[in-house]
Each structure stands twice: as structure tokens, then as C-alpha cells.
């Protein structure tokens, strides 16, 4: 059975710290995806990964970073976290240019 | 810009009725296009993928038909059950978009017993 992980299912975290979100997939897929989803706002792209050690910023960047070092892995990091980070974030991974889109159970983050 | 909506946001109706759930899409150029269900809470899954050749896609009591020139998928749901309530969401694949996903907002169904 296909899977995507994620690290974490709850996370409470302060102001200004950093926050590690990890995503694991085991099914080779080259492109890799973080989105957050809030109310009323839908789902929206953070930054996106088609290869290894590659990234492209989706449609908001700001605030976070990504890195992949290895096909499996793609991790999210919020460098100083604030309260306007507080959401539910989504992992999801995809082969290929049409492939189907997996995703992981989601980390609800509550920023204090 | 390419965007996708889903009208209406929500919608309830009696166990057994069949039902349609409608997504728009703003441009013809796509990959394909994906129904995904979401409970509360939870991550997605994906119900059912059509390619951009394709007209339409089957899984059990769920049909999805996909329209290029019109920009219209619709999700047909038979024979509506209580354990359907949940959100559905359609995300589009965008020609050029490099497999990025452009999702619409998501129509929230309750089935009544």
C-alpha cells in the first residue's frame, strides 16, 4: 500500500522558533509538495521539489524554506515561526507530469 | 490566471439521491484533472484521475466526466450514503504548470439518514 508520511499529526510550537516538518514517501515519486490549507482559503502551494536537491517556490513562499536531499524526504522548515503560520499543512508526492497526487494525513501547527 | 472553482461550497441532501457536483477550470490547456475527498481533519485522497484524452473515469458508485472545451468536470455520485459526507475537492494540472496542482475550494457534502 502506498504511503506518504508526516512527522508529526499535532504540533504546538512558540513564536521565533524553528520548526521542522518532515514528509516521507515511499513510492520513488520524483515531485514532492507542501501546501498549507486554512478555512475559507483552501489549499495553497509553499514550495514544490521534482528532483532531488531541486525546489521551486509555489504561491507562498515567504516565511519558509525546503530542503531535499534525498529522493524519499522533503522537509519544510519555518525559520522563525509566527502566529500567522498556525495551519494545517499538507505533504504530497507525484510521478511524472500526470500522475496521481498522494497525500499525507496532515500536521495541524498551532503557533503560540 | 488559472484558477478553479466549485459552486456551491456546500450541499445536503437525503441518503439514496444521486447526486452532481460541479468544477470549473479558467483555461482548456491541462494534464488532467483529479476528484479528491477529504474528511475532517484528515489529508486527501484521490478518488479518481482524468487524463486530459480522456472524457470520463469510473470507480464504483463514483463517475467523473471531464469537458476541455468548456471547462467543466462534474463528480456524479449514485446512490448517496451517509459515510459519502465529507469535502470534495477538484485540483487541475495545468499545461506548462510542471505537475504543480491548481485546487478549487472544495464543496462540502452532508448525506442525511
Known amino acids: 500500500d502506498v504511503k506518504v508520511t508526516q512527522s508529526s499529526r499535532y504540533l504546538v510550537k512558540r513564536t521565533g522558533e524553528k520548526v521542522f516538518l518532515e514528509c516521507v514517501q515511499d513510492?520513488?515519486?520524483?515531485?514532492m509538495f507542501w501546501y498549507r490549507q486554512d478555512p475559507g482559503l483552501g489549499l495553497r502551494l509553499i514550495y514544490f521539489s521534482y528532483d532531488v536537491k531541486m525546489k521551486e517556490k509555489g504561491d507562498i513562499p515567504e516565511g519558509y524554506s525546503v530542503s531535499r536531499e534525498k529522493k524519499e524526504r522533503f522537509s519544510l522548515i519555518l525559520e522563525s515561526a509566527s502566529t500567522n503560520q498556525t495551519s494545517m499543512y499538507l505533504c504530497?508526492?507525484?510521478?511524472?507530469?500526470?500522475?496521481?497526487?498522494?497525500f499525507g494525513p496532515g500536521t495541524r501547527l498551532t503557533v503560540l | 490566471k488559472q484558477e478553479v472553482t466549485q459552486i456551491p461550497a456546500a450541499l445536503s441532501v437525503p441518503e439514496g439521491e444521486n447526486l452532481v457536483l460541479n468544477c470549473s477550470f479558467t483555461?482548456?490547456?491541462?494534464?488532467?484533472l483529479q476528484w479528491f475527498r477529504q474528511d475532517p481533519g484528515k489529508g486527501l485522497t484521490s478518488l479518481l484521475l482524468i487524463q486530459s484524452s480522456q472524457r470520463e473515469q469510473t470507480s464504483g458508485r463514483l463517475n467523473a466526466s471531464l469537458d476541455k472545451s468548456s471547462g467543466r468536470s462534474t463528480l456524479y455520485i449514485a446512490a448517496s450514503q451517509p459515510g459519502d459526507s465529507a469535502t470534495y475537492l477538484c485540483a487541475v494540472s495545468f499545461t506548462g504548470a510542471n505537475s504543480k496542482l491548481t485546487f478549487g475550494k472544495g464543496i462540502t457534502l452532508s448525506v442525511r439518514p
Open positions: 483555461d482548456s490547456a491541462i494534464y488532467n
Open positions: 504530497a508526492s507525484s510521478f511524472g507530469l500526470a500522475g496521481v497526487s498522494f
Open positions: 513510492m520513488d515519486h520524483e515531485n
